[in-house]
């Protein structure tokens, strides 16, 4: 099947300011051609800049937005079960998965999470869905989850099944069991309280509270659990002043780019309001953080002290 050539998606690219990944969408979605024919420049600048401003309006009217009402044709492949089924079954079929945009999408989590959201708003416009439909990004997580767990069962010296049995804690309770919980209970509060009035045939998507939760988890989890690793040792557990400093401030990054990642994944349906009140945790936090350093409490000793408990 014919296409654009690597070459004029670069130059697209550059005269649009836009990250490949997003240029690379962009063109996925331009109609096929024929065998014999490939996309001129010209054809591919007008037809790119189109896709690039499939941005969904505030409408509520808008059927491409929510969960408005399909056709019965589209139901049935637009219920919950047959998107569970669907991304289950990807979950065992790596070539299918697209791993270097899901590691474009772990890049910006840091640098410019709105980017990430920016392509759940394009996976609206194409397959009438909010949440990822490709489990890459999970698969990804997961390696991450699994290789930083180790790493703090070696700077804590635990022996082998130790380590083994601090890994299943980290993979089945803390991300699976209260990442379900914490999706969970963030997808019946904003349906419950943050759907507008005049958008009470809009949902927010259960898959899609669990993606948020996953984009808020992993800035969280390369900076407790991956670069905290290296100042545990010979900075954080020395019992003094600089130790609980550095280690606390590192809690304050973690924790804040969760609450600020939540918020941003919230905030960019067009069908919700009062998003702000998500920021709120940051009140507190921020207060708990200086109590920590008064009282001279350190949250990276506690967590270290919990985890050598575990695996007793």
């Given at each position: ?21 997003e240029v690379q969408w962009a063109v996925l ?263 920590s350093l008064a009282l001279g409490w350190n ?14």
């Amino acid at each position: 099947m014919g296409g654009p050539c690597k070459s004029v998606i670069m130059k697209v690219q550059k005269a649009t300011g836009q990250p490949f990944p997003e240029v690379q969408w962009a063109v996925l979605q331009l109609p096929n051609q024929p065998q014999n024919q490939i996309y001129s420049e010209s054809c591919l600048f007008s037809g790119i800049g189109a896709k690039m401003k499939m941005l969904p309006s505030t409408s509520v009217n808008s059927p491409a937005q929510g969960n408005g009402v399909l056709s019965s044709r589209d139901a049935a492949r637009h219920t919950a079960g047959a998107k569970r089924y669907k991304y289950l079954r990807r979950l065992f079929r790596f070539r299918q998965m697209d791993f270097e945009f899901a590691a474009w999408q772990m890049l910006y989590l840091f640098t410019s999470p709105q980017r990430v959201y920016r392509n759940f708003h394009y996976r609206k416009q194409t397959k009438d869905q909010w949440a990822r439909d490709d489990p890459a990004f999970l698969v990804l997580l997961s390696i991450w989850l699994c290789v930083s767990t180790i790493g703090f069962g070696f700077v804590l010296d635990m022996g082998f099944f130790e380590t083994i049995k601090l890994l299943l804690w980290v993979v089945f309770i803390d991300c699976v069991g209260v990442g379900l919980l914490i999706s969970t209970l963030m997808w019946f509060i904003s349906n419950k309280y943050l759907v507008k009035r005049q958008s009470r045939d809009y949902d927010v998507e259960w898959g899609y509270a669990f993606d948020v939760h996953l984009n808020a988890f992993y800035p969280l989890l390369v900076i407790l659990h991956f670069i905290q690793l290296f100042f545990i040792n010979h900075v954080i557990l020395t019992d003094t002043f600089i130790g609980y400093l550095v280690g606390n401030t590192l809690w304050l990054v973690a924790v804040g780019y969760y609450i600020y990642v939540t918020f941003l994944g919230y905030s960019a349906l067009p069908f919700l309001k009062n998003t702000v009140i998500l920021l709120y945790p940051f009140a507190p936090l921020i207060l708990l953080y200086g109590l920590s350093l008064a009282l001279g409490w350190n949250f990276t000793h506690t967590l270290c002290s919990f985890y050598k408990y575990r695996v007793k």
